[in-house]
Each structure stands twice: as C-alpha cells, then as structure tokens.
C-alpha cells in the first residue's frame, strides 16, 4: 500500500460495488412497453421469406403474421408497425395502390384489430414502397419530388389506415408541410382520435439499405437528398419538429437512432411531446452479423445498444431486436 492517503470524499465507485447497488441507482431502465416491433408483409396465403440482409427477419403474408402476433402480444409488446413489400405490378407513378381501402396495409390492419384489438398498429406513410421510382414522393418529368402533390396522397393514404383502424399514422416521407394537411384530413374524415407519429428528423441514411431489400423499394433512380435531412444538421432538427409539433403532431420521432444519439437528446431536451427513435435496418444489420462472426456479444451490444437510446431521450424505440429484448429482459426480471 502507497504511504500517501488518498483524501477522497467522494469515492464514485462506491456507487457501482454490487450489481445490486448498480441496479438501484441506475437513470435508465429498459422495458418492454418501450418497444415498437416493425413488421414486414407481402400478399398471399401461408408464405415466410428471409431477407438476406437482416437475418433473422422475414417478409411474411398477413396469417403468418398473425400467428407471429400471439408471440409478440405475450411477450408483453405493446405496439407494432407493418410495412408493406408489394409487387411491382402494383406500383404506379402516383403510388395508387397506397390508399386502396382492401390494400394489403389496409386489410393487415383489419385483421389485426380483429384478433388483437389492443395492440398498438402504426403505419408508415410515404410512397415508396408504392410507387414505380421508388422515391417516397411523385416524380416530376424533370425527376423533381413533388411536395404539395405527394402530400395529398399522403393524406389520402393516412385517411385509409386510419378507416382501417390504425392507431397511429407515421408520415415517413419528409415533405413539407404534411402533418398540418394529413390532421386536416384525419379531421374531416371524422378520425379526431387517430393520432400522428411524425418522422420529424430523418436523416438520408445509407443505414436503410437493408430495409429497401426487405420491401424492394430502393430508388430507381437519385437518393432521398432533396427531402430527408442531411447527416451534417442537427439544429436543423429542432426546426423539423417544431413545425411538426405546430401542425399537429401527437408524437415525433429521430431516425436513425444510434448515430444520431446526439440530435435525439436535443430534440428530447428541447420538446415535451413523446420523442421516439427508430434503430433502423443497418443498425440491426451490424450488430447481427458482428455477432455471427463472433466478434460481439450480441445480447449484451443489443441491450445496450437500446438503453444508450432511451439515455438519449427516446420514450418509445422502434427496433427488429424487440422479441429478443423483451425475451431478455424477462430472463433477467425472473432471476
Ligand atoms: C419509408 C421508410 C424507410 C424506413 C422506414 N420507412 C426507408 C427510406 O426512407 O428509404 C427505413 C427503416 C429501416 O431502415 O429500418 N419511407
């Protein structure tokens, strides 16, 4: 032992002595109520396809959903979000097929509601997985985004959810002024209590490409510059979310979530509306395949990769991991 004393009266570590003490003390918890499960479907009967890029995942026709859905409500998951892979015969300039009342989104949220009237459905509202070029707007000839044209699809679409029974409708596309216009049109379609989730903050992220696997809607043609965010921006952020607070949204979200844990804690700081953040595709994607080659522990980077967001700010996490948190986390409460 030194012969010098060390004066120390406060000794930081006496705060981490046991797990115990550790668990006490702890800021932040996870838990399973802060899980949104996205979900990808595709037409037919009886069928399961895995997704290359995101092991573990598949695209799935709606019974086989249903069925994974009895896992998921017992698991304790309160909230789900389907996306839709169409074929590319259903696809068309103006995204037609987005706001068909007997859609595939449409009828998923039917039957859902049918056999699980509690859970949580949230929708995606934007075109891309509908339309020909890809893009979450309509294409000008010049292959401009058209704003004002997208957004009144967008409403017609989120009018269709909503008749459909959906909880929450989440505009993912990024044009301007589309929270204002799609609570209009909730309202006039007598939805006053179906609630919008906006994709305030998302970013034009290379971490969606396995998702564009997963639905087959990668643009044809440019990138999603002109309307998602730019990496480079964060007070840009707060002005997003503002305006989507302003116009009318119950709830808004950062996406992608771990690289941008720093725009998250802005926003979440900044705002009293529930902020949410969504661990997207290639987030995903990276843990999974780190941990196949051994070279991470996978449950020990996905539970901490999902508390550094709640840290953040998140109230709610939108992650493919949430089966395999919640399963986890019920190991530990059993302990
Ligand atoms: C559709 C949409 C995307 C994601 C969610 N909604 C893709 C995109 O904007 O290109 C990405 C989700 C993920 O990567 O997990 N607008």
């Given at each position: 032992?030194s012969?010098?004393?060390?004066?120390l009266?406060?000794?930081l570590?006496?705060n981490?002595?046991?797990?115990?003490?550790?668990?006490?003390?702890?800021e932040?918890?996870?838990s399973v109520?802060?899980?949104?499960?996205?979900?990808?479907?595709?037409?037919?009967?009886?069928?399961?396809?895995?997704i290359?890029s995101?092991?573990?995942?598949?695209?799935?026709?709606?019974?086989v959903?249903?069925?994974?859905?009895?896992e998921?409500t017992?698991?304790?998951?309160?909230a789900?979000?389907?996306?839709?892979a169409?074929?590319?015969?259903l696809?068309?300039?103006?995204?037609?097929?987005s706001?068909?009342?007997?859609?595939?989104?449409?009828?998923?949220?039917?039957?859902?509601?049918?056999?699980f009237?509690?859970?949580?459905i949230?929708?995606?509202?934007?075109l891309?997985?509908?339309?020909?070029s890809?893009?979450?707007?309509i294409?000008?000839?010049?292959?401009?985004?058209l704003?004002?044209?997208?957004?009144?699809v967008?409403?017609?679409m989120a009018?269709?959810?909503?008749?459909?029974?959906a909880?929450?409708?989440?505009p993912?596309d990024?044009?301007?002024?589309?929270?204002?216009?799609?609570?209009d049109?909730?309202?006039?379609?007598g939805?006053k209590?179906?609630?919008?989730?906006?994709?305030?903050?998302?970013?034009?992220s290379?971490?969606?490409?396995?998702?564009?696997?997963?639905?087959?809607?990668?643009?044809?043609?440019?990138?999603k510059?002109?309307?998602q965010?730019?990496?480079?921006n964060s007070?840009?952020?707060?002005?997003?979310?503002?305006?989507?607070?302003e116009?009318?949204?119950?709830?808004?979200?950062?996406?992608?979530?771990?690289?941008?844990?720093?725009?998250?804690?802005?926003?979440?700081e900044?705002?009293?509306?529930?902020?949410?953040?969504?661990?997207?595709?290639?987030e995903?994607?990276?843990i999974?395949?780190a941990a196949?080659?051994?070279?991470?522990?996978?449950?020990?980077?996905?539970?901490?990769s999902?508390?550094?967001?709640k840290?953040?700010?998140?109230?709610?996490?939108w992650t493919?991991?949430a089966?395999e948190?919640?399963k986890?986390?019920l190991?530990?409460?059993?302990?």
């Open positions: 032992m012969e010098y004393s060390l004066p009266t406060r000794r570590r006496r981490r002595k046991s797990s115990a003490v550790r668990e006490m003390l702890a932040t918890k996870l109520s802060d899980f949104v499960y996205p979900v990808f479907i595709m037409d037919g009967e009886n069928q399961e396809e895995t290359p995101m092991p573990g995942i598949t695209r799935k026709t709606i019974d959903l249903l069925k994974e859905l009895e998921v017992a698991l304790g998951i309160l789900i979000a389907p996306f839709p169409i074929s590319d015969d696809k068309d300039e103006k995204a037609s097929a706001y068909a009342p007997d859609g595939l989104v449409q009828r998923a949220i039917r039957k859902i509601k049918e056999r009237p509690n859970l949580v949230m929708t995606d509202v934007a891309d997985p509908f339309s020909s890809g893009h979450d707007g294409l000008s000839e010049s292959g401009e985004i704003n004002d044209e997208t957004v009144e967008l409403c017609k009018v269709s959810h909503g008749l459909a029974g909880d929450f409708v989440c993912s990024m044009m301007d002024g589309r929270i204002g216009a799609i609570r049109a909730l309202d006039a379609a939805l209590n179906t609630s919008i989730m906006a994709y305030s903050a998302k970013y034009a290379a971490y969606y490409g396995p998702f564009r696997d997963a639905l087959g809607s990668a643009p044809k043609s440019g990138d510059k002109t309307y965010m730019d990496s480079a007070r840009e952020a707060l002005l997003e979310v503002q305006l989507d607070i116009e009318g949204a119950d709830a808004v979200m950062v996406k992608p979530a771990g690289p941008y844990l720093d725009v998250l804690s802005n926003v979440a900044a705002f009293d509306v529930p902020v949410s953040a969504y661990q997207v595709s290639g995903y994607s990276m999974v395949a196949q080659n051994g070279w991470l522990d996978r449950k020990k980077v996905v539970l901490e999902l508390l550094s967001i840290r953040a700010g998140a109230r709610f996490i493919y991991f089966k948190a919640a986890y986390l190991e530990k409460s059993e302990k």
